[in-house]
Each structure stands twice: as C-alpha cells, then as structure tokens.
C-alpha cells in the first residue's frame, strides 16, 4: 500500500492526485464511475472531444469505446444522444426535437441560416478545398464577394487555407471544424459524392 501510494505520488507541489485506475473500487463500480466521467467532460465541452482526451479520464485498462457504447445504450429513449462528430463524441439533440428546441426563446442560432450563394460557396469551397477566390469564380462564373466569404468565416465554417499557387500566391480557403459539426460529418470523406453533369 505504501508503494502504490508512493507511485501515485504527484511531481507537482503536493496537489491531489488524479486517480484514474480506481483500484479500490469492485469493478461495477469503477466501470460506473468512468462512465460518469466521459459524460462530465462531453458535457462540459461544447466541440467534440477526441478519444485520447476521454482516455486521460479513465484507467488505462479501460475501453473508452465500450464506455461510450454503455453511455449511448443508456441514452436510449432521451431527447439527446452520444455522437460521433468530427473525430470525436458530442452530445447532441436528437433530430426529432429540433423543432421544440427553436421554439423555446428561440434558442435556434439564426447565424447558421445560409443564403442560397453562401450555401452554394460553402459547397464549393467543401468538395474543391484548398480553393482562391479565382477558383470560386471559375465555379460561379462571377466573383464571389469578399462580404459572403467574411460571413462565412465569421460563423467559423471557412477559414484560410495554403498560399495558391498563382502569381501573387493569394489565400486560398478550407472549411473547419465547425463545419464538420454544423454538417455532422465524421470528416470530409463523409461529403456526399458529387453528381458532375457531362456538360
């Protein structure tokens, strides 16, 4: 016990220590408790959290997928639910509520609604990443304006991309991370494939 107690021993000055085995707990109990914490660190973030941060949280023997697949069943029949986004897990509403979630003050964020040219840029920009705003208007077949493009960063779905490889070496543009989650998209190979017309 004092060898244990020695190895946990923290290095900095004499803070708790984290104990993320639980050793002392039967292991129903420490299982619960690690499921506990992986829903304590979701909650309290509001991007998804990668596997390796979860996994800080429990002991090492631990399987964070099988936690996750216990929390999941045990949000079976709840208005939100455990999903895998952009390379990790968040919660989220299930889509079935969505409608009583904007009606209650408004709480939709109306920042995400698009007009059809931010929409159609946000595509563009999506499936033919990194791309100038020369490459946007070979798409267009017009110059897409600086405003459209600003609002699409502000709402942090776009954001600059490599140099491109024109004369003057203008900012090209890539989506984020936020728009991954706005999409529900586990990565870019989730886009939906592309129908090219023959024309």
Same mark, same amino acid.
């Given at each position: ?11 900095? *000055? ?9 050793? *002392? ?46 929390? !999941? ?22 889509? !079935?509520?969505? *409608? ?9 964020? !109306? ?74 998209? !586990? ?13």
């Amino acid at each position: 016990m004092n060898v244990a107690a020695k190895k946990r021993k923290p290095s900095n *000055e004499g803070g708790a220590v984290f104990d993320r085995e639980l050793d *002392e707990l039967p292991q129903e109990l420490r299982w619960r408790e690690w499921m506990g914490r992986i829903e304590a660190v979701l909650f309290a973030s509001a991007t998804p959290v990668g596997r390796d941060d979860l996994a800080r949280v429990v002991g090492q023997g631990a399987s964070v997928e099988m936690l996750i697949d216990d929390i !999941q069943a045990e949000l079976t029949g709840r208005p939100y639910e455990l999903a895998q986004v952009a390379g990790g897990w968040m919660f989220r509403t299930r889509p !079935q509520f969505a *409608e009583a979630v904007k009606a209650a003050a408004d709480l939709g964020d !109306q920042s995400l609604a698009f007009t059809e040219m931010e929409m159609g840029v946000l595509c563009a920009i999506a499936y033919h990443q990194p791309i100038d705003r020369a490459g946007l208007k070979d798409i267009f077949g017009k110059e897409v304006s600086r405003d459209l493009l600003a609002r699409l960063r502000y709402k942090d779905l776009i954001t600059s991309g490599p140099r491109a490889p024109r004369p003057g070496a203008p900012h090209t543009f890539v989506t984020t991370e936020t728009f991954l989650v706005t999409f529900d998209l !586990q990565s870019l190979r989730d886009l939906p494939e592309l129908e090219l017309s023959d024309t």
